[in-house]
C-alpha cells in the first residue's frame, strides 16, 4: 500500500515536474524566438530625445521658440522627487525593485481580463517596458508585442540604472497640448516650473499619460479630478506624502491654464516676427531643419528689442503714409456672412477664426472687426477682443475716396484701433519694404523688419527680396575709382552718353534731364549724378567694379556691364547694409549675423560669433576708465584712406546732397539714396560710427511708386526716425582719420584747390594720401567725348536735343531715350 501510494504521488511529482519543465521550455522557446532581432536597446543610452529650440535676446528673454515636439530636456537629478514620486504612484509603483516587468501586475491583469472576458484589458507594464514600447516598439495591444517589450524590459535594466531609465520615460512621454515630457507640460498647463508644482499639480500631470485625450483639463474635468486624486491616494499609500497633506492636496480644485486659473506661458512671448524667423531659416540651412527643430539649441540673439520696436515702427509709418496717400481702400478681403452678424457669440467665433494680421501695433494696437451696419455718417463695427459695437465717424475717412457705402459691407472684416471715443478704420498697405540695422564693428544685426506685419506675409524682405539698389549701389563705383588712383577732387565729365548695346542704343540721363559738364567726383555722388557714374566705371573698367561689388558681398557674381554701375542688377537689403558696415568701420570685412552664440542641449557652446581676442578682459590691473584691447585679425577688404574719403562724401549726401531733406541726427552720419527708373524701387543705407541702418520700399511686383518718390524722401524718414531713438541709446562720433594723409581745401564745385584760410560753403576739405601730390584741373570722360560748345548746365527738352556723339556723328538725346526701365538702373 505505502508503494502504491509513493507510486502514485511519483507519478503526480513526475508529472508536475514534466509539466513545469514543459512550460518552461514552452515559454523559454516562446521568448527565444521572440527574442531574436529585437532592435537594440543600448542605443537607449546615447539618446537624444527631440527638444525645443529656444531663442533669447541679448538680454536674456525668451522671444521665440521652435519644436516639432514641444519638449525641454530634463536630467533626471533636476527632476524633483515629487515629481517621480507621483509618475511612480501612478504608473508603477514597483519601479525600484522589479527587473523590467512586474509578474503581479501581469497576473492581475490577466485575471481582470478573464474576469470581465476581454471587456477591460489593460497593459500592466511598467515604466521600463513603456521606455520600451515608446521608443522601439509599437504601441499595438497584440501579445506579441508585449512578450518583446518584456524582453527588452529585461535587457535594459541591465543596461540603465533605475534613475537613467526614469530620466528617458519623464522626458519623452506625451502628456497632451502637444507637450512632450514632465517640464513642457508644467509649464503647459501651469505655467510653472517643476519645482515650483505642488503634489496635486504634480499628480495632475502623473495622471495624464494614461489617456491625455481623455482627461483634458476643461473638458474632462471630473474624470480628470478624479484620476488625480486616485494618484494622490496611491502616494499617501506609498509613503510619498503624509495624511495631512493628501488630505489639503485632495481638496484643492483642479486649476489649469486652459481653465483660465493661470496665465499661458505664451503670453510672455511676443509675436513671431521676422527677426526670429530668418533666425529659423538661416540655422536651419547652417545644422539642418531637422537638427534646428529637435536640437535644443539655445540661440542667444543679436536682437536689441527696443531698437527693434522703433524699426518696426519706423517702417510702417512710412508704408502707411505713403498708402493713406494714394487714398484707396483694399481692406482684408475676408467677410462674414451676415445671417451671422444677428448673434454676437456667432460672429465673435467666425471673427476669431478669421485669418488676419494680429501683431501690428502702429499708434495703438490693431484689432480685427466685422462691420455690423453701414451708414452715411458711420460705421457701425464688433471689436474682436473689445466691445459688441464701435463706431466709426465720417471724419475718420476723409483720406479715402468714396463714402462709407462705396467702400464697405456687411459682414466686411476690417481692422481697426481705438481713436478717442471712436475707432479708426486701418489697412495693411500693397506696398511694402524692408529694414534692417546692425552694429558697424561687430556685424550683430540689432534690428530688423522684413514687412509690414509677419502675420500678413512672412516672406523677409530684408534677407529674401531681390531688388535693384539703385543709386545706392554708386559708393561701390566711386570705392573702385579712389582704389585706382583718383580722388574725391578728380574731374569727370558731367555730359550725354550713348551706348550700342544688342537691345539697342542706350542713352542714360540724370534724374533732373540736366547735364553739367567737368564735376568733381564728390558732387557728384552728393547730387546722385548717373552720367558722371557711367564715365566714372568706364574710366575704371566695369570688371573692376564687378570685383568691388563681390568682394563685399553685395553680389557674388556680378555682370561687367555699364547699366550695372547704376544699380540695375539685382540683390538684397542684408547685403547691401553688410556691405555699407565696411565703409563705416574703416575697411575691415564684417560678417552681418543675428546670433551671437548657440549652446547644445548640455550648455556647451557651439557657435560664437564674435571671436575677436579681448586682451585686457581678465585683467585686474586695468583702469575703471580703460577700455579693454581687443586685438582683430579681420580681412581688409579696402584701403583705410579709402573709406575715409567715402565716408566724408557720403556725409556730403546727407548734409547737401540727395539726403539733406530728410536726415539730420546730432552725431556726424553719411549715407547714399537709390532711387530706381520709374522709382520702382527706393532706398536709403546710411551709419554714424557705431550703427548702420538700410531702408527699401517698393510693391513685391514691381511698378512704379508714382511721382515725387524717392530714396530721400521715403526711406529717408525710415533711417531719421529709427537713428534718432538708436543715437539716444548707441552715441555716435566724429569718423576715425586714418594715419597717412592730409588734407587740402578745394572748391567742391570746380575741384580748385583754394588757400588753407578759405572757407565758405563751397569749400571742404579733402582728405589725400600723403606722398601723392593730386592733380589738379585733370579731367575724366570715360573714353565718350564730349562736344566743345557744350553749356556747363543745359535743360534736356521734351522734344529732345542734337548732340555730337563720341564717334562723331550727331543724334538726338532726350526723355523717349528709356531703354531698359527696369534694367537701366539708377537714378538718384
Not at 560 to 570: C, D, I, V
Not at 685 to 710: E, M
Not at 713 to 720: A, I
Amino acid at each position: 500500500m505505502i508503494r502504491f501510494i509513493l507510486s502514485f504521488f511519483g507519478a503526480i511529482f513526475s508529472l508536475v515536474t514534466l509539466g513545469v519543465f514543459m512550460v518552461a521550455l514552452t515559454i523559454g522557446g516562446v521568448f527565444w524566438m521572440y527574442g531574436r532581432d529585437l532592435p537594440s536597446h543600448e542605443s537607449l543610452a546615447q539618446y537624444k530625445p527631440p527638444t525645443i529650440s529656444r531663442i533669447y535676446s541679448g538680454e536674456g528673454q525668451l522671444i521665440d521658440e521652435f519644436a516639432k515636439e514641444r519638449r525641454l530636456f530634463t536630467p533626471a537629478d533636476e527632476i524633483p522627487d515629487l515629481i517621480k514620486q507621483a509618475f511612480i504612484s501612478a504608473e508603477d509603483k514597483n519601479f525600484y525593485t522589479h527587473q523590467g516587468y512586474d509578474i503581479r501586475g501581469i497576473a492581475a491583469a490577466g485575471v481582470e481580463a478573464i474576469r470581465s472576458r476581454g471587456s477591460n484589458v489593460r497593459g500592466a507594464s511598467t515604466i521600463t517596458q513603456q521606455v520600451m514600447k515608446n521608443f522601439l516598439l509599437s504601441g499595438d495591444r497584440r501579445a506579441e508585442r508585449k512578450i518583446k517589450e518584456i524582453i527588452l524590459a529585461a535587457r535594459l535594466e541591465q543596461t540603465l540604472n533605475k534613475e537613467q531609465i526614469l530620466e528617458l520615460y519623464m522626458n519623452e512621454i506625451f502628456l497632451g497640448q502637444n507637450s512632450y515630457g514632465v517640464t513642457a507640460a508644467a509649464q503647459t498647463y501651469f505655467n510653472k516650473t517643476l519645482a515650483e508644482l505642488a503634489p496635486h499639480e504634480a499628480a495632475t500631470l502623473a495622471a495624464m499619460p494614461k489617456a491625455p485625450s481623455d482627461y483634458h483639463p476643461v473638458r474632462e474635468y471630473q474624470r480628470l479630478l478624479d484620476r488625480r486624486n486616485y494618484v494622490l491616494r496611491e502616494m499617501r499609500e506609498n509613503g510619498y506624502i503624509d495624511k495631512a497633506t493628501y488630505e489639503n492636496e485632495r481638496a484643492m480644485p483642479l486649476r489649469s491654464v486652459q481653465n483660465g486659473d493661470f496665465e499661458g506661458f505664451r503670453t510672455a512671448l511676443p509675436p513671431r516676427d521676422y527677426f526670429t524667423d530668418e533666425i529659423r531659416r538661416q540655422l536651419s540651412e547652417g545644422f539642418g531643419e531637422g537638427e534646428f527643430f529637435t536640437g535644443g539649441f539655445t540661440v542667444r540673439a543679436s536682437i536689441d528689442e527696443e531698437m527693434q520696436v522703433e524699426a518696426a515702427r519706423a517702417l510702417r509709418e512710412a508704408l502707411q503714409k505713403y498708402d493713406r496717400g494714394r487714398g484707396k481702400w483694399h481692406g482684408t478681403g475676408k467677410t462674414i456672412e451676415p445671417a451671422k452678424l444677428g448673434d454676437e457669440n456667432v460672429w465673435r467665433a467666425e471673427l476669431a477664426a478669421t485669418e488676419v494680421p494680429r501683431d501690428v501695433d502702429l499708434g495703438g494696437r490693431w484689432h480685427p472687426a466685422v462691420v455690423l451696419g453701414v451708414g452715411d455718417q458711420e460705421l457701425t463695427i464688433g471689436i474682436e477682443d473689445g466691445p459688441a459695437k464701435g463706431r466709426v465717424p465720417r471724419a475718420d475717412i476723409k483720406w479715402m475716396q468714396g463714402s462709407f457705402k462705396d467702400n464697405f459691407a456687411l459682414g466686411d472684416v476690417v481692422l481697426v484701433r481705438k481713436a478717442d471715443e471712436d475707432w479708426s478704420l486701418r489697412q495693411v498697405p500693397e506696398v511694402q519694404g524692408g529694414f534692417m540695422a546692425m552694429d558697424v564693428n561687430t556685424g550683430r544685426v540689432l534690428a530688423m523688419q522684413g514687412g509690414f506685419s509677419y502675420q500678413d506675409s512672412v516672406f523677409n524682405r530684408a534677407t529674401q527680396a531681390q531688388r535693384q539698389p539703385g543709386s545706392s549701389f554708386k559708393p561701390f563705383v566711386y570705392a573702385a575709382a579712389l582704389d585706382s588712383g583718383y580722388s574725391p577732387a578728380t574731374i569727370v565729365v558731367d555730359a550725354p552718353i550713348e551706348v550700342n548695346t544688342p537691345q539697342g542704343l542706350w542713352r542714360p540721363k540724370n534724374a533732373s534731364n540736366k547735364f553739367y559738364g567737368p564735376t568733381p567726383l564728390r558732387t557728384g555722388i552728393e547730387r546722385s549724378r548717373n552720367l558722371m557714374t557711367i564715365r566714372l566705371a568706364q574710366e575704371v573698367s566695369m570688371p573692376v567694379v564687378a570685383g568691388y561689388a563681390e568682394r563685399f558681398g553685395v553680389y557674388d557674381h556680378m555682370g561687367p556691364f555699364l547699366a550695372n554701375a547704376l544699380g540695375s542688377e539685382e540683390t538684397t537689403l542684408y547685403k547691401m547694409v553688410a556691405a555699407y558696415a565696411m565703409f563705416a568701420n574703416g575697411g575691415e570685412r564684417v560678417e552681418p549675423t543675428l546670433v551671437d552664440r548657440i549652446q547644445d542641449r548640455f550648455g556647451k557652446t557651439i557657435y560664437r560669433h564674435d571671436r575677436r581676442d579681448c586682451v585686457d578682459c581678465l585683467s585686474d590691473r586695468l583702469a575703471p576708465d580703460q577700455a579693454p584691447r581687443i586685438v582683430t585679425n579681420r580681412e581688409r577688404v579696402m584701403d583705410a584712406i579709402t573709406a575715409y574719403q567715402l565716408t566724408s562724401m557720403m556725409r556730403g549726401v546727407v548734409e547737401r546732397g540727395t539726403a539733406s531733406g530728410a536726415v539730420n541726427l546730432p552725431v556726424p552720419t553719411a549715407g547714399k539714396t537709390g532711387t530706381t527708373n520709374d522709382a520702382k524701387d527706393v532706398w536709403f543705407i546710411g551709419f554714424t560710427s557705431n550703427i548702420v541702418a538700410g531702408c527699401y520700399i517698393g510693391y513685391d511686383r514691381p511698378r512704379p511708386l508714382g511721382r515725387g518718390a524717392s530714396g530721400g524722401g521715403m526711406c529717408g524718414p525710415v533711417f531719421q526716425s529709427f537713428m534718432t531713438e538708436a543715437v539716444k541709446k548707441y552715441g555716435g562720433g566724429p569718423f576715425d582719420i586714418p594715419p597717412g594723409g592730409h588734407f587740402i581745401k578745394i572748391d567742391r564745385f570746380s575741384g580748385a584747390r583754394l588757400p588753407d584760410d578759405a572757407s565758405g560753403d563751397y569749400v571742404v576739405a579733402e582728405y589725400f594720401r600723403d606722398g601723392e601730390e593730386p592733380i589738379f584741373g585733370l579731367t575724366y570722360d570715360g573714353g565718350f567725348a564730349m562736344g566743345s560748345n557744350l553749356p556747363l548746365v543745359e535743360e534736356v527738352q521734351q522734344a529732345g536735343r542734337q548732340v555730337r556723339t563720341s564717334t562723331g556723328e550727331v543724334t538726338t538725346v532726350g526723355p523717349k531715350a528709356n531703354f531698359g526701365t527696369v534694367s537701366s538702373g539708377g537714378l538718384y
